[in-house]
């Protein structure tokens, strides 16, 4: 994560990106499109929270985030949207540490960070909670899960994630996660991120993203 590049955010703000007016990411009054309710989710059998709905506008913040490394999108999201109903629904969890969802190396090469890093080193500050940075990475390529369909993504990443080998095994004895990813659809990508910190020996307890894409078929909760 770049240091210039959030300073740069800090005294150049870009203006707002759906008005394009107020000298801010994302004015007060669009930002009013984010109901920040808090929003139950759950994948795979396990619980999580989420944001918002991955709505078109969602995808063009997200897309500005991610593609573009506008990082004040997402820090203006988490501190407007993270209120005390979320942070109290968070707290129920039991976690003591966050782990954000790991990037494969071409996609990090292109951007440069981590977007569920970037997401969780902002939940940490609200909920006052140590981010294992690097926790988790894939051990092979896998396909853009955007490209798949449902079974698709299930099988991209079976068995494509492991817990970082130069972290001690003491990083993880005792210890309660919770998964941070930036968008969260069929739960493919938290199942598997999941499993691989469970093996590493701590426990899952949930896990959080900005977004969810509302699977309209409830069969499909089986990204």
């Known amino acids: 994560m770049s240091v210039f590049r959030n300073l740069v955010e800090l005294l150049l703000p870009a203006n707002c990106l759906y008005c394009e007016l107020a000298p801010k990411p994302i004015c007060d009054n669009c930002a009013s499109r984010f109901d920040g309710r808090v929003r139950e989710v759950s994948r795979g059998g396990l619980s999580g929270l989420a944001l918002f709905e991955f709505t078109e506008d969602a995808s063009a913040a997200i897309s500005a985030f991610k593609e573009h490394g506008q990082f004040a999108i997402a820090n203006q999201l988490v501190d407007r949207l993270v209120t005390p109903a979320v942070l109290a629904r968070l707290k129920e969890f039991g976690a ?44 092979r390529t896998t396909q853009d899960q955007a490209a798949l369909g449902i079974a698709g993504r299930a099988e991209n990443l079976v068995g494509a994630m492991t817990a970082d080998p130069l972290l001690p095994k003491a990083t993880w004895a005792n210890r309660r996660v919770l998964i941070v990813d930036d968008i ?24 959080f993203s900005l977004a969810e894409t509302i699977l309209r078929n409830a069969a499909q909760s089986s990204k």
């Open 96 to 139: 003591d540490v966050f782990v954000a969802m790991p990037s494969a190396a071409k996609s990090f090469a292109k951007r440069g960070f981590s977007p569920a890093e970037v997401v969780a080193l902002a939940l940490a500050r609200h909920a006052r909670l140590p981010v294992q940075r690097g926790a988790l990475r894939l051990t």
């Open 184 to 207: 969260v659809t069929t739960g493919a990508s938290v199942i598997e991120a999941a499993r691989a910190t469970e093996q590493a020996g701590a426990e899952v307890v949930g896990f």
